[in-house]
Nanobody, 116 residues
Framework: QVQFVESGGGLVQPGGSLSLSCVAS????????MGWYRQAPGKERELVAR????????TYADSVKGRFTISRDNAKNTVSLQMNSLKPEDTAVYYC?????????WGQGTQVTVSS
């Protein structure tokens, strides 16, 4: 059974930091590219960051470059997103995502709210 356990979301003031974590199980983690997406109210889901199977390639949305860092630990089936210098426009539900040539899998999402 495929499962994602996402954690680390919450309420933070502008300029603050949060670290999201996603622990996956039920599939071969290292055979998947992993990523984080987000969806704000009234907006489409968008890619935040993606990391290749063994961490060699990372992609970021322009809006988060220089502020967010994605990483993975294949031994622990974990992908993380370190978010610094958070802005109110980063407020959204953040989703863990796994994809390979055959499957596309989503976590349940964790809320991040940036507000004073």
């Amino acid at each position: 059974q495929v499962q994602f356990v996402e954690s680390g979301g919450g309420l933070v003031q502008p300029g603050g930091s949060l670290s999201l974590s996603c622990v996956a199980s039920g599939f071969s983690f290292s055979s998947y590219s992993m990523g984080w997406y987000r969806q704000a109210p009234g907006k489409e889901r968008e890619l935040v960051a993606r990391i290749a199977n063994f961490g060699g390639s990372r992609t970021y949305a322009d809006s988060v470059k220089g502020r967010f860092t994605i990483s993975r630990d294949n031994a622990k089936n974990t992908v993380s997103l370190q978010m610094n210098s958070l802005k109110p426009e980063d407020t959204a539900v953040y989703y863990c995502h796994a994809v390979n040539n055959w499957h596309d899998r989503w976590g349940q999402g964790t809320q991040v709210t940036v507000s004073s």
